[in-house]
């Protein structure tokens, strides 16, 4: 057989779940096909000389399909979340790489809008989800981001303690601004501290500081508010 690639777009979504799931099982990962998949019709075969559905514009030995194991070994990530997340992307538009997605006898093409659908194939692909890419060439090629890192994960333990130890310091210092400052009354707009002061001392500094420290307590808690409101489609 002819040395092959695996089209760059899919060389970077498996990039990409490596990057979000550093410790993933890749015993269930795929490329290039197997006897049994080169005796049938599949994006797993090289396209210049296997069967496949679509024969692209280019010359080049390529496959158009990867198997990634579902079990991403990441505490609050899931394949189900991950294929959720990209075909949320590929309904609104953002995402046009892929043409279908299969996982756990289900799947979803672009040729009928990403509707879920029932899969009866041999393999119910229960151990690994597949992507198929496009074959334009355009497309194919690209290595632009696949957003996996924005995709919310569930908080751990750890992470609601990591979070909570955070908010807790920004508010102490708070805190503790105020007792230092008992005359900056911290409901009046910057321009007004002057007058609470015991001396002259302009306190704009001062209330740009509590301003910050404030925002960061909220930012804090916004987090964790969005990262313990996974949804799944």
């Known amino acids: 057989m002819a040395d092959w690639i695996l089209v760059p777009c899919l060389v970077k979504l498996r990039s990409e779940f490596t990057t979000i799931a550093p410790n993933r099982d890749k015993s269930s990962d795929g490329s290039i096909g197997d006897s049994a998949h080169q005796a049938t019709q599949s994006d797993h075969n090289d396209d210049e000389v296997g069967n496949v559905p679509?024969?692209?514009?280019?010359?080049?030995?390529?496959?158009?399909?990867?198997?990634?194991?579902?079990?991403?070994?990441?505490?609050?990530?899931?394949?189900?979340?991950?294929?959720?997340?990209?075909?949320?992307?590929?309904?609104?538009?953002?995402?046009?790489?892929?043409?279908?997605?299969?996982?756990?006898?289900?799947?979803?093409?672009?040729?009928?809008?990403w509707k879920q659908q029932s899969y009866s194939g041999a393999n119910p692909h229960d151990h690994h989800a597949h992507f198929s890419s496009s074959y334009t060439t355009s497309l194919e090629a690209s290595t632009a981001s696949w957003h996996l890192e924005d995709i919310p994960v569930a908080l751990t333990s750890s992470d609601k303690s990591w979070i909570a130890g955070e908010i807790n310091k920004v508010e102490e210092r708070v805190w503790d601004f105020r007792l230092r400052n008992p005359y900056t009354n911290v409901n009046q707009p910057a321009g007004d501290?002057?007058?609470?002061?015991?001396?002259k001392q302009p306190l704009n500094d001062l209330s740009r500081q509590i301003a910050e420290l404030s925002e960061q307590v909220a930012q804090l808690q916004k987090q964790v508010a969005a990262l313990t409101m996974v949804q799944v489609d």
């Open 193 to 199: 501290f002057q007058r609470y002061a015991p001396s």
């Open 54 to 113: 679509i024969h692209d514009a280019d010359k080049i030995h390529e496959v158009h399909a990867i198997d990634v194991d579902v079990d991403l070994r990441e505490p609050g990530l899931t394949m189900e979340t991950v294929v959720q997340f990209l075909l949320r992307r590929c309904r609104s538009g953002a995402e046009k790489r892929l043409r279908y997605i299969i996982f756990n006898r289900r799947i979803w093409q672009q040729s009928n809008g």
